[in-house]
Nanobody, 116 residues
Framework: QVQLVESGGGLVQAGGSLRLSCAAS??????????MGWYRQAPGKQRELVAR???????DYTDSVKGRFTISRDNAKKAVYLQMNSLKPEDTAVYYC????????WGQGTQVTVSS
């Protein structure tokens, strides 16, 4: 059973920044062999992939966050990070990390709230 723990969320005004962290542990897996992603779920909406980083370090982003978010990983720490700049109210959601494609195990996520 893989454990995923997200942290770093909070309340920030529009235009502000946050850095999210995700730590993976447990289960039977080799972290460095997995593509990883950050997902978010806003109230009443499905989870969406906002950023992914491949096993070899290539990053991709959904159009709405391009130029504002940066995903990175530290394989030694089995961690994934999401630097979020120029935050908008539309970014308000619970943010989750997971494999890409996703695993069945989800963490509790971390709440990001962006006020106008």
């Amino acid at each position: 059973q893989v454990q995923l723990v997200e942290s770093g969320g909070g309340l920030v005004q529009a235009g502000g920044s946050l850095r999210l962290s995700c730590a993976a542990s447990g289960g039977i897996f080799i972290f460095s062999l997995n593509n990883m992603g950050w997902y978010r779920q806003a109230p009443g909406k499905q989870r969406e992939l906002v950023a992914r980083i491949t096993r070899d370090g290539r990053a991709d982003y959904t159009d709405s966050v391009k130029g504002r978010f940066t995903i990175s990983r530290d394989n030694a720490k089995k961690a994934v990070y999401l630097q979020m700049n120029s935050l908008k109210p539309e970014d308000t959601a619970v943010y989750y990390c997971n494999g890409n494609p996703v695993w069945d195990y989800w963490g509790q996520g971390t709440q990001v709230t962006v006020s106008s």
